[in-house]
């Protein structure tokens, strides 16, 4: 296995890259002056938005490999490791990255809600396409940034950089909601088979091994981060992922009471739950009757 280099620091990165360290906790990193590089696989100690501008091989993200192209962006947290298959040839990198480390956002709306961006967590096969106006937004708010990491830091300096950051990925925001739309066929497709591997999992004997599925299963299952996976999920039906499971699990549960042989707890240990109150707690809560009632009831 190819060896990881780790790079915590925004100016051991700049270094690497033939840029300077205008700010210890923020950059925007010129790729084409850095030296030409073979692939390798590294870890960052903070965030990184990348906007590429060539093609530079196979990009492995989590256990996948990824076709990345001209034009898209990836987010990388602190601590995701990120890399590119080594084929042992030498490109020349080419486009802009956004780096900014956790401690400038303590403390600031971002910081708080830095979170509440979940692409990145996004992994194979889910980074932004952007359109030529998109990117264009997007080089404009790189190139704020830029013009106050140039002039003489003072103490407006930190709130107009981290809040065009905020801005930057607000647009990614609704860049990937209009993504989701786009891609609304093949989105459909995905929903399909989360609903056959549903199915599929109560067939099985899943719920006795495993116990209740959960949306993580579902989304290594169709070979997408969860992140990901739960928002497509959110956009197309409105539900998160784990309402849908949750009320599949329920329609099923209305069946099997049907079956007046079987008592509620062999229900609820069909069905996966570990406790027969937690499944019919759960059931009276989006029904309006407990089990029993509702077997009475019909």
């Known amino acids: 296995m190819e060896e990881l280099i780790r790079i915590d620091t925004i100016s051991q990165y700049n270094t690497n890259a033939n840029n300077e360290t205008r700010h210890p906790l923020v950059s925007i990193v010129d790729l084409s002056k850095a030296p030409k590089k073979q692939?390798?696989?590294f870890a960052l100690?903070?965030?990184?938005?990348?906007?590429?501008?060539?093609?530079?091989g196979d990009l492995k993200y989590g256990c996948n490999y990824y076709d990345y192209e001209e034009g898209t962006m990836?987010?990388?947290?602190?601590?995701?490791i990120l890399g590119v298959e080594n084929n042992g040839e030498y490109y020349q990198p080419a486009g802009q990255v956004l780096l900014f480390h956790p401690d400038l956002i303590r403390?600031?709306?971002?910081?708080?809600?830095?979170?509440?961006?979940?692409?990145?967590?996004?992994?194979?096969?889910e980074a932004l396409h952007l359109s030529e106006s998109?990117?264009?937004?997007?080089?404009?708010c790189l190139s704020k940034i830029k013009f106050e990491l140039q002039h003489t830091i003072d103490k407006h300096s930190k709130t107009l950089i981290v809040n065009t950051i905020e801005l930057f990925l607000n647009y990614c925001v609704r860049f990937y909601d209009r993504q989701f739309i786009t891609r609304e066929n093949s989105n459909k497709g995905t929903i399909e088979k989360f609903e056959m591997?549903?199915?599929?999992?109560?067939?099985?004997?899943?719920?006795?091994?495993?116990?209740l599925p959960s949306v993580a299963y579902f989304?290594?299952?169709?070979?997408?981060?969860?992140?990901?996976?739960?928002?497509?999920?959110?956009k197309e039906t409105g539900k998160t992922a784990q309402e849908y499971?949750?009320?599949?699990?329920?329609?099923?549960?209305?069946?099997?009471?049907?079956?007046?042989?079987?008592?509620?707890?062999?229900?609820?240990?069909?069905?996966?739950?570990?406790?027969?109150?937690?499944f019919s707690r759960s059931f009276k809560q989006h029904v309006g009757h407990s089990p029993n009632e509702y077997r009475l009831l019909n």
């Open 39 to 41: 692939n390798s696989r």
């Open 45 to 56: 100690g903070f965030y990184a938005v990348f906007l590429k501008e060539i093609k530079c």
């Open 74 to 80: 990836i987010f990388v947290a602190p601590g995701q």
């Open 107 to 125: 403390g600031t709306s971002l910081g708080r809600n830095i979170n509440e961006y979940g692409f990145f967590s996004y992994d194979v096969n």
């Open 134 to 140: 998109e990117r264009t937004i997007i080089l404009d």
């Open 197 to 211: 591997f549903l199915n599929t999992y109560y067939q099985s004997d899943k719920p006795q091994t495993i116990g």
């Open 219 to 234: 989304a290594d299952q169709l070979h997408l981060s969860s992140n990901y996976f739960g928002d497509l999920i959110k």
């Open 245 to 278: 499971i949750q009320l599949k699990i329920i329609d099923i549960a209305k069946e099997k009471i049907f079956d007046k042989s079987k008592s509620v707890s062999q229900i609820a240990y069909e069905l996966g739950f570990k406790y027969p109150q937690h």
